[in-house]
C-alpha cells in the first residue's frame, strides 16, 4: 500500500474497529432517544418501536469493552489524565448552564460532586473503565501466565456465572450473583478477558456474514422474546436489555465478530472515531440529559414513521455537534497549552 502512497506517507491503520466505535456510539445515543421518549404504553406504535431499536442498539457497551479486550489495555496515566480533563470540563460546565437556564438548583453539597465525576460516577461507564484501566496490568498478566485450556474453562465459568444465571433471574424474578445488570466491574473484567481470547486463539471457521446474520437473529429474538414475556406478564418486561443477559451477550460477540473479519482503511473514520467518548459525555450529562431531548429536541412528540426516522438521524445529528464542541475544546486546550509553553520559553 506504501508504494500508492509514497514512501514517506505512514500507512493508514486498519479502520474496521473505529468504524464500529463510531457505529457503537451512535447505538448508544439511540438507546438514550428511547428512555428520553418513555412510551411505556402497551400497543402503542413507539412502544414496538422502542423495543425494535433498542434491542440492536443495547449491545454498544459490551462490544465497547470486547475492544478494549481484544487490543489489550496498555495504562498511561497521561491518557487517563486527559479523559478526566475532558470529563470534568464538561461536567462542570453543564452544572453551570443548568443553573444558568434554571433547570436546577444550586446544591452545594450535591453539585461539588460534579468537579470530581469520575470518582463520584456521575458517569457510570467513564468510572468503571477507568477501574478497568487500572486492573488492566494485572489482566494482561494473568492472561501471559494461564494456558488456552485453563483460560477457556475460566471463561465458561465467568459466562455461566455471570451471563446464564442473571438471564434466568431476571426471568423468574430473584436475585442475580452481582445485582448490577452488568454494569458493574465484573461484567467488564468477564468481557475483557474474552476479548484478549478472541485476539489470541480464536480463529474464524465460517463466512463473516454468519456473525452479521447472527446479530441480527440475536437482536429480533430480544426484542420478540421480551414483547411476548411482556404480554404474558401483563406490564412491559425490559430486564434482558441488562447488559449481563443472554441475547445481549450473544449479540454484543456477533456484531464485534463481523467487525473484526471485514477489512476497511479510512483516515477519515479513524479521526471521527477519537470523538466516541467526548459525544457519551457530552449528551448523557444526568443534570441537562432530559432537558435536551425533551424540552430542546421535543422526542416525546414524535410517532410512528416519524419516530423511526428521529432515531436514525437524530444520533447522526448529535454525534456530529458533539464533534464540534469537543473540536473547540481541544483547539481551546491546544491554545492555552502553547500560551503557558511560550510563557515559559520567554522567562528564558
Known sequence: MNKFLGKNTPSIRESNMELLRVLCMLFIVCGHITLAHKSDLMGDSSYYINYFFRSFAVVAVNVYVLISGYYGIKLKVKKLGEINTMVTVYSVLFVLFSLWVGIHELQIRKDFLFLFPVITKQYWFITVYFVLCFLSPFLNLFIDKIDKKNLERLLLTLFACFCLL???????????????????????????????????????????????IGYGIAALGL????????????????????????????????????????????????????????????????????????????VQKYEGWEYVVLLVILPVFIYVVCMGVEFLRRCCFLAIKECINGSRLNRF
Open 166 to 212: 442473571p438471564t434466568f433471574s431476571f426471568l423468574f424474578n430473584f436475585p442475580s450473583i452481582t445485582e448490577d445488570a452488568g454494569y458493574g466491574i465484573v461484567n467488564f473484567c468477564f468481557l475483557y478477558l474474552l476479548g484478549r481470547y478472541i485476539r489470541l486463539y480464536y480463529r474464524r471457521n465460517f463466512s463473516k456474514y454468519v456473525y452479521w
Open 223 to 298: 426484542c420478540i422474546f421480551q414483547l411476548s414475556y411482556s404480554y404474558i406478564l401483563g406490564f412491559p418486561f425490559t430486564s434482558l436489555w441488562s447488559y449481563d443477559t443472554f441475547f445481549v451477550f450473544i449479540g454484543a460477540i456477533f456484531l464485534f465478530m463481523y467487525f473484526r473479519e471485514i477489512k476497511i482503511r479510512s483516515r477519515l473514520i479513524n479521526y471521527v472515531a477519537t470523538y466516541a467518548l467526548s459525544v457519551y459525555v457530552l449528551h448523557f450529562h444526568p443534570l441537562t440529559f432530559s432537558y435536551f431531548f425533551n424540552d430542546i429536541l421535543k
